[in-house]
């Protein structure tokens, strides 16, 4: 059996990840689980997979846990979220967090041997070079959870070391695709939470109605691929059915479809190199009769943009980019800010940003923290 830990088993992710487990009993055991504020949710996902050990973020939930469970190791906030990446006795790590929180916990189950399937890409955003250089000196897998990224990884099989002429990372186009900018000003918090083809948690479904997931994913592509910026190409696939693309140099293309099913690619990074045996639902060609391709409009979705700058800037910049984006979304989804204002900000924190080269993880976080106290300043004025 597979020892598998969760971190982040209560989000969207993390409980597709545990249906895949319930669904192949035998074959999979689980060995850590994690939230955040769902420690109901925690409670029930402990009766059914009875894990080693399972990390809360606060210390009384903790305490409360520990006497229902003694026989589970309980630990809670920062700290715990690292031991628990690094301790538990697991061949492999789900990183389901959402934000730079999962950056650390990532390096830990690196540092500890373990394959790593990544969910959370914030932490190759932020943190991509020190990422894959860990990876590269452990001799770990680093097997990306992200449906195009699979969809990328899947079409590379068989064909390492071929020279790739594009990456075409598709786009739903998200709930805004055709808007003009002068719509995006009147966008409400409840139309952007309404994502046309996936549902997700929160933070990544307004990434989605900016286009800085998409973004995002440029620079997650970067890092796990190890391939230049200007070879990533984005193209909108409306109905959300092939997931990414790769053309290699003789002009082949490569592709992944299926149904926009988050389990697909959790089933396919769990099992790699093998293939898990599911009856969920498959493409039916005829009832969907087309396929629709697009470009992205940089002039109103200026996240998409910005991040492809950032990254060819390289430095802090992506740190900064993705440190403005998770404060000003959370503003954003509690009415604070305006769905525009989530861009022009970060727009605006980019241009004044005095970058930094050859971070090491401490300079990563005390940008990070930088940013974070910067805009809640400006929240306060
Ligand atoms: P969710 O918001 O649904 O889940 C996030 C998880 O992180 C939850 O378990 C949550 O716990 C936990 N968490 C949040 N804050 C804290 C905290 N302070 N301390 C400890 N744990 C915390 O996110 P998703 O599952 O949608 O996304 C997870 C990652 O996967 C993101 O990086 C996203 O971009 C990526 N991704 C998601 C896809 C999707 O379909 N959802 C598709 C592709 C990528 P709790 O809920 O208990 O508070
Ligand atoms: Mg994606």
Known sequence: MKKIGILGSTGSIGTQALDIIKMNQGRFRVTALTCGKRVDLLESQILKFHPDIVCVEQEADALRLRRQFPKTEVLWGKEGLKQTAAQADSEMILNALVGMRGLEPTLKAIDAGRDVALANKETLVAGGAIVMRAVEERGVRLIPVDSEHSAIFQALQGNEGQKIRRILLTASGGPFRGYTLDRLERVTVEQALRHPNWSMGSKITIDSATMM???????????????????????????????????????????????????????????YPDRLVNHFEGVDFFQLGQLHFESVDLQVFRCLGMAYEALKLGGSYPVVLNAANEVLVQQFLEGKISFIAIQNTIEKVLEQHMPRYDMDLDDILEIDSEIRERLSVWEQR
């Open 213 to 271: 997931n998409k973004g995002l994913e440029v620079i997650e592509a970067r890092w796990l691929f190890d391939v230049e910026p200007d070879i990533i190409n984005v193209v909108v696939q409306r109905e959300s059915i092939i997931h990414s693309m790769v053309e290699f140099a003789d002009g082949s293309i490569m592709a992944q479809l299926g149904m926009p099913d988050m389990r697909v690619p959790i089933s396919y990074a769990f099992a």
